[in-house]
């Protein structure tokens, strides 16, 4: 089967494809404001590179957030229309969780902590071990130096993504916090999930489908003229 993945919940727009597990291709850039303009480029680029059409897709794949409003307004809503037009099924894959994969794992006791940023001091976060366990669930977090004391005071965590470096300087005081610089998100990441959901035929509701905002979407004070 092949799946259409399409990322857009953090600053980075990425789109992939993918056969039965393998991925065929991938565009992406990491910019913010961008991704309006350029997913659907992506995608069309990439199925002709394929060499493949629209109606050979099975299913389209999103991240679902949490993370930017508008960002994941454009990802989700874009994967909807593909698959009202192609008859074809929606899978969602949660953002942090997606992140996690993206991480090679050399230290199987090392807990993973993806972070994206949420303006501030917050961050949208959860916790995994490297066996795919949710160790803390996702959340919005106010970050300072006692944030995931009850987590680092027994083990080592990797944190990493767009919110972390901000937090380097609450967190990187403590010997158990490691940070990965330069992490950058992508729709490649998307690809076990979405294939184990897809044999598991775990699809979600095109028409109801809405992104996990995780908060409320606060508009900003339009600069002066």
Excluded: W
């Amino acid at each position: 089967m092949i799946i259409l993945q399409i990322e857009t919940a953090t600053t980075s727009c990425s789109v992939a494809l993918a056969r039965n597990g393998e991925v065929l291709g991938f565009k992406e850039i990491d910019q913010r404001n961008i991704h309006a303009e350029v997913v659907t480029v992506y995608i069309d680029g990439l199925i002709k590179e394929a060499g493949i059409t629209y109606a050979d897709l099975d299913a389209i794949a999103v991240s679902c957030g949490p993370g930017s409003y508008t960002g994941l307004r454009i990802g989700v809503s874009t994967a909807k229309g593909l698959c009202f037009a192609l008859d074809k099924p929606l899978i969602a894959v949660e953002t942090l969780t997606a992140m996690a994969k993206g991480v090679a794992q050399t230290d199987a006791e090392m807990l993973l902590c993806p972070m994206i940023d949420a303006r501030r001091m917050e961050v949208f976060t959860a916790i995994f071990d490297a066996r795919d366990n949710t160790i803390k669930p996702t959340a919005a977090e106010i970050v300072d130096s006692n944030s995931f004391a009850d987590v680092l005071a027994d083990h080592k965590v990797l944190f990493f993504g767009d919110g972390a470096e901000k937090c380097r300087e609450a967190l990187g005081q403590n010997p158990n916090a490691h940070f990965l610089p330069g992490f950058t998100n992508s729709a490649v990441y998307l690809t076990g999930i979405a294939l184990d959901k897809f044999n598991k035929k775990d699809f979600v509701d095109v028409a109801y489908f809405e992104p996990y905002y995780l908060k409320d979407f606060i508009a900003g004070k339009k600069a002066n003229a």
